[in-house]
């Protein structure tokens, strides 16, 4: 069995495109935070969409992991109405290749 060490992007792993993949990586990540708010608070669908300012399907769907549905803006947008705070954090991309000035 042949192991390959992750790229650090499972979404990259999986083959998609760069662009798509860390917008697939942020998008997981947004969800995930909003699906533990969901279980810290012991919110329903119901509340929870009140809460986030969406309808309870949209609750469901994010619930159900049907990242295609959201948009990076909406996910923020639904957890500061949860009033968490989302912070941008750049960082390098290993192995990137360096572009040289002309």
Same mark, same amino acid.
């Given at each position: 069995?042949?192991?390959?060490r992750s790229s650090g992007n499972v979404f990259r792993d999986l083959g998609f495109? *760069?662009?798509?993949?860390?917008? #697939? =990586?942020? =998008?997981? %990540?947004?969800?995930?935070?909003?699906? =533990?708010?969901?279980v810290a608070r012991k919110l329903t669908q119901k509340s929870a969409a009140k809460? /986030?300012?969406? $309808? %309870? *399907? !949209?609750?469901?769907?994010?619930? !159900?992991?049907?990242?295609?549905? /959201?948009?990076?803006? $909406?996910?923020?947008?639904? #957890?500061? !109405? &949860?009033?968490?705070? +989302?912070? #941008?954090?750049?960082? *390098? +991309? =290993?192995? &990137?290749?360096?572009?040289?000035? &002309?």
């Open positions: 069995m042949k192991i390959e495109e *760069p662009k798509e993949a860390e917008s #697939l =990586r942020l =998008r997981a %990540q947004l969800m995930a935070e909003l699906k =533990r708010l969901i809460l /986030f300012g969406v $309808t %309870q *399907p !949209r609750v469901s769907d994010l619930v !159900r992991g049907k990242i295609d549905l /959201f948009s990076i803006e $909406t996910l923020v947008d639904m #957890l500061a !109405r &949860a009033g968490v705070r +989302v912070q #941008l954090r750049l960082a *390098p +991309v =290993r192995h &990137a290749p360096r572009h040289q000035a &002309a």
